[in-house]
């Protein structure tokens, strides 16, 4: 596969193409592409096949801060290098643009973000794509300069302009760190972001769990660290490479040294914040398939969920219960060797007053979404013990949120009952009660024979009457519930940062004496990733 992109456009919130870049050949324009798009149903792929234009193109999409990349190329091409570079076009745009990337950013920074397009991407094929090298050949004004516009004032030079390409020619062959780096204050800052999603069985017991992690590391060092960071997993080192299934890294991490050493991360950083290395973690605490008697409690997840359906008289009734566990995770030594902005992942308690570090674990931003059948017509009663619960009849999503004060409280229960109304019955075809389009012919005789004892069939009637509900009702109930959190000072996995060096031998440009600020960061989310079947 040796294709090339052919044109990159850019749309708003509302459709509307607020930028096109054309690489090469003659692409389809971006206002013939976007209907093209949009035929295809929700949720669109990434990918997209469009046979009937000329030539056949393949359309790349990602979203992103409400806006739509789209990417396009008639030829065979890799579809997770296109993937992969409409997110570092995203990356370059926050790091000049600022975050979020917005319509009226772009719009107003056209020249900038055309040099960008042009500089990662030559005549359709991939070039430079790190934000640092980018700093170096894109040339940004200053507001000052913006403000003067052309005014030629003493000491300026159109030799000025040529100077960053200059300063590239003379740098070093590390094309994602600037050149001549300085800072006032050194600092090392590290952050590990895992992503739960675990699914649980009606039971409790899980039957999934995985934790998606990330380290981003933040260098503000002047010259040219060489920086050691070694990594520990909750039985120490010995089996690191067992719990960090499919590790990526960055390109400046050397990996000689990883597969030597699993645990150790030797790396001359970019300067500024970036993607350090991200991993995979199973957490079921079995193999085999041979899973035993777990339960949620065995992940020791901060939170726990139950769903009882089916509840009262007539089974129109579900209840919700969480239980917050004070105490949780695989205890862990503190962090040796950096001084901490945060805290490491050990076995905590909430309560302790530093809230958010290694020894007191802060939950927060707890909201469990149920989602319910189409039948539903609205929820009678909703009735949380704490928190407001919302129910939207237009999704049919019932949204429960529990303020991060009742959580830190010291509750370790809550419960949501609610009870469902399904669609109108036909004796509920007239709300208003008017009696309209009914039919009242009496076929009945006037008279009963008084042997006739009608006690017995009413309470017959009345019985299939209640099962019939029972049966229309259990088709309400919902199939699944979902809980989304933060946790910050904590992590699933149980991986922590033992410490944060550099090597004074092969830095370069630092300066003897100093010694930069260190700190490291923990926190475990969970968009919705936590999920139980009913």
Same mark, same amino acid.
């Given at each position: 596969?040796?294709?090339?992109?052919?044109?990159?456009?850019? !749309?708003?919130?509302?459709?509307?193409?607020?930028?096109?870049?054309? !690489?090469?050949?003659?692409?389809?324009?971006?206002?013939?592409?976007?209907?093209?798009?949009?035929?295809?149903?929700?949720?669109?792929?990434?990918?997209?096949?469009?046979?009937?234009?000329?030539?056949?193109?393949?359309?790349?999409?990602?979203?992103? +801060?409400?806006?739509?990349?789209?990417?396009?190329?008639?030829?065979?091409?890799?579809?997770?290098?296109?993937?992969?570079?409409?997110?570092?076009?995203?990356?370059?745009?926050?790091?000049?643009?600022?975050?979020?990337?917005?319509?009226?950013?772009?719009?107003?920074?056209?020249?900038?973000?055309?040099?960008?397009?042009?500089?990662?991407?030559?005549?359709?094929?991939?070039?430079?794509?790190?934000?640092?090298?980018?700093?170096?050949?894109?040339?940004?004004?200053?507001?000052?300069?913006?403000?003067?516009?052309?005014?030629?004032?003493?000491?300026?030079?159109?030799?000025?302009?040529?100077?960053?390409?200059?300063?590239?020619?003379?740098?070093? =062959?590390?094309?994602?760190?600037?050149?001549?780096?300085?800072?006032?204050?050194?600092?090392?800052?590290?952050?590990?972001?895992?992503?739960?999603?675990?699914?649980?069985?009606?039971?409790?017991?899980?039957?999934? +769990?995985?934790?998606?992690?990330?380290?981003?590391?933040?260098?503000?060092?002047?010259?040219?660290?060489?920086?050691?960071?070694?990594?520990?997993?909750?039985?120490?080192?010995?089996?690191?490479?067992?719990?960090?299934?499919?590790?990526?890294?960055?390109?400046?991490?050397?990996?000689?040294?990883?597969?030597?050493?699993?645990?150790?991360?030797?790396?001359?950083?970019?300067?500024?914040?970036?993607?350090? =290395?991200? !991993?995979?973690?199973?957490?079921?605490?079995?193999?085999?398939?041979?899973?035993?008697?777990?339960?949620?409690?065995?992940?020791?997840?901060?939170?726990?969920?139950? %769903?009882?359906?089916?509840?009262?008289?007539?089974?129109?009734?579900?209840?919700?219960?969480?239980?917050?566990?004070?105490?949780?995770?695989?205890?862990?030594?503190?962090?040796?060797?950096?001084?901490?902005?945060?805290?490491?992942?050990?076995?905590?308690?909430?309560?302790?007053?530093?809230?958010?570090?290694?020894?007191?674990?802060?939950?927060?931003?707890?909201?469990?979404?149920?989602?319910?059948?189409?039948?539903?017509?609205?929820?009678?009663?909703?009735?949380?013990?704490?928190?407001?619960?919302?129910?939207?009849?237009?999704?049919?999503?019932?949204?429960?949120?529990?303020?991060?004060?009742?959580?830190?409280?010291?509750?370790?229960?809550?419960?949501?009952?609610?009870?469902?109304?399904?669609?109108?019955?036909?004796?509920?075809?007239?709300?208003?009660?008017?009696?309209?389009?009914?039919?009242?012919?009496?076929?009945?005789?006037?008279?009963?024979? +008084?042997?006739?004892?009608?006690?017995?069939?009413?309470?017959?009637?009345?019985?299939?009457?209640? +099962?019939?509900?029972?049966?229309?009702?259990?088709?309400?109930?919902?199939?699944?519930?979902?809980?989304?959190?933060?946790?910050?000072?904590?992590?699933?996995?149980?991986?922590?940062?033992?410490?944060?060096?550099?090597?004074?031998?092969?830095?370069?440009?630092?300066?003897?004496? %100093?010694?930069?600020?260190?700190?490291?960061?923990?926190?475990?989310?969970?968009?919705?990733?936590?999920?139980?079947?009913?």
């Amino acid at each position: 596969m040796n294709g090339v992109i052919e044109a990159l456009h850019i !749309y708003d919130e509302h459709n509307r193409a607020i930028l096109s870049h054309t !690489y090469t050949s003659r692409p389809l324009s971006a206002t013939h592409l976007l209907p093209l798009y949009l035929q295809h149903p929700a949720p669109r792929p990434n990918l997209i096949y469009l046979p009937n234009t000329n030539p056949p193109t393949l359309v790349f999409s990602l979203t992103h +801060a409400n806006l739509l990349y789209l990417a396009t190329s008639s030829s065979e091409i890799e579809p997770l290098l296109v993937l992969e570079f409409l997110h570092r076009v995203i990356d370059a745009l926050e790091e000049f643009l600022g975050a979020p990337v917005l319509a009226h950013k772009i719009e107003a920074n056209y020249d900038v973000v055309a040099q960008l397009l042009t500089e990662m991407c030559d005549a359709g094929t991939i070039n430079t794509t790190e934000p640092n090298a980018l700093r170096d050949v894109v040339e940004v004004e200053g507001l000052l300069g913006k403000l003067l516009g052309s005014i030629n004032l003493p000491g300026k030079s159109p030799s000025n302009t040529n100077t960053p390409s200059l300063i590239a020619q003379n740098a070093p =062959a590390l094309p994602w760190r600037r050149a001549n780096v300085r800072h006032t204050s050194n600092e090392l800052y590290a952050d590990v972001v895992e992503t739960l999603s675990v699914t649980l069985a009606p039971s409790g017991r899980p039957i999934a +769990a995985f934790a998606n992690g990330t380290i981003a590391f933040t260098s503000k060092v002047s010259g040219v660290p060489d920086i050691l960071l070694n990594l520990t997993g909750p039985s120490g080192k010995h089996n690191l490479r067992s719990v960090m299934e499919l590790p990526v890294f960055h390109p400046c991490v050397r990996l000689n040294r990883w597969k030597d050493n699993p645990g150790e991360l030797s790396f001359i950083p970019p300067d500024g914040r970036f993607i350090l =290395a991200g !991993y995979e973690v199973d957490l079921l605490p079995f193999t085999n398939g041979k899973s035993g008697n777990l339960n949620s409690n065995s992940l020791r997840l901060p939170v726990n969920i139950e %769903v009882k359906t089916g509840l009262g008289s007539t089974g129109s009734d579900f209840e919700v219960r969480l239980n917050i566990n004070r105490n949780f995770g695989p205890t862990s030594s503190s962090i040796s060797g950096s001084s901490s902005r945060g805290g490491g992942p050990g076995g905590r308690s909430f309560g302790a007053p530093h809230p958010g570090s290694a020894t007191a674990p802060l939950l927060q931003d707890l909201i469990v979404s149920v989602p319910l059948p189409s039948e539903v017509r609205n929820l009678l009663d909703i009735r949380p013990s704490k928190g407001d619960a919302t129910f939207n009849p237009t999704d049919k999503q019932l949204e429960w949120v529990i303020p991060t004060k009742e959580l830190s409280a010291g509750t370790s229960y809550f419960g949501l009952r609610c009870t469902v109304q399904g669609p109108l019955e036909e004796q509920d075809e007239d709300p208003n009660g008017f009696g309209f389009g009914r039919d009242y012919t009496y076929d009945e005789p006037y008279q009963n024979n +008084a042997d006739e004892k009608p006690g017995n069939n009413e309470g017959s009637s009345e019985t299939e009457k209640d +099962a019939k509900k029972i049966a229309q009702n259990k088709i309400l109930m919902p199939s699944s519930a979902s809980v989304s959190f933060s946790v910050k000072g904590w992590l699933s996995s149980g991986i922590k940062i033992e410490s944060i060096l550099i090597d004074p031998r092969r830095s370069r440009g630092l300066g003897e004496g %100093v010694k930069p600020y260190k700190g490291v960061k923990y926190l475990t989310v969970s968009k919705g990733g936590v999920e139980i079947r009913c």
